[in-house]
Nanobody, 127 residues
Framework: QVQLVESGGGLVQAGGSLRLSCAAS????????MGWFRQAPGKKREFVAP????????YYTDSVKGRFTISRDNAKNTVYLQMNSLKPEDTAVYYC????????????????????WGQGTQVTVSS
């Protein structure tokens, strides 16, 4: 099994930056892909960015392109989400997720692709 723990959330002013971390433990060798999702109050959980285990394939939802960057440190079994130029609309609970059962690239943005989820970390962007 794989366990995920997110950290790095907090309160930041619009235009500021935060760096989220997701530390994986357990059977990390079984991870094929990881992704970041977010969920604002009253809204559906949405895709933010995925990354393959190799780190060679990444995508971003349109609303964060040019501002967010996903990366992975395999040696530390950790993925990161660098968030710059934050907007109040980015306020949400951010979740890290992992796929350990196989995936196809076209499904990397789907919640159903991921079978393991972290507890979430709150990001609040003030105006």
């Amino acid at each position: 099994q794989v366990q995920l723990v997110e950290s790095g959330g907090g309160l930041v002013q619009a235009g500021g930056s935060l760096r989220l971390s997701c530390a994986a433990s357990g059977r990390t060798d079984s991870i094929n892909a990881m992704g970041w999702f977010r969920q604002a109050p009253g809204k559906k959980r949405e895709f933010v960015a995925p990354i393959t285990w190799s780190g060679t394939i990444t995508y971003y939802t349109d609303s964060v392109k040019g501002r967010f960057t996903i990366s992975r440190d395999n040696a530390k079994n950790t993925v990161y989400l660098q968030m710059n130029s934050l907007k109040p609309e980015d306020t949400a609970v951010y979740y890290c997720a992992a796929n350990t059962g196989g995936f196809i690239v076209p499904m990397m943005t789907a919640t159903t692709t991921y079978n393991t989820w972290g507890q979430g970390t709150q990001v609040t962007v003030s105006s």
